[in-house]
């Protein structure tokens, strides 16, 4: 089993930046892939970024320029920096950990991300 504690969510003016952190813990060892996925009400979950455990990121076209997913392996924790935030990047952010199966995985259990003025 693993466990996500993300933390690092809030309420930022538009224009303004914010820095998630998932914290990794349990049978770190199994994995393979970390991402982040995001949610408003009323929409579909979908994927900001995943970084593999080369260190290999990618990025949905929404984050593309103004976020940075990194891993600090000694910390075991995943980050997410993003700029330049927008209205429509407000949604709860969900920290997400699988090793090599793809369908399998873990959550965290979400942390408010708020654009607004």
């Known amino acids: 089993q693993v466990q996500l504690a993300e933390s690092g969510g809030g309420l930022v003016q538009p224009g303004g930046s914010l820095r998630l952190s998932c914290a990794a813990s349990?049978?770190?060892?199994?994995?393979?892939?970390m991402a982040w996925y995001r949610q408003a009400p009323g929409k579909q979950r979908e994927l900001v970024a995943t970084?593999?455990?080369?260190?290999?990121?990618n990025y949905a076209d929404s984050g593309k320029g103004r976020f940075t997913i990194s891993r600090d392996n000694a910390k075991n924790t995943v980050y997410l920096q993003m700029n330049r935030l927008k209205p429509e990047d407000t949604g709860v952010y969900y920290c997400?950990?699988?090793?090599?199966?793809?369908?399998?995985?873990?959550w965290g259990q979400g942390t408010q991300v708020t654009v607004s003025s």
């Open positions: 997400y950990a699988r090793g090599p199966t793809q369908g399998s995985g873990y």
């Open positions: 970084i593999i455990s080369s260190s290999a990121t």
């Open positions: 349990g049978s770190i060892d199994s994995i393979l892939v």
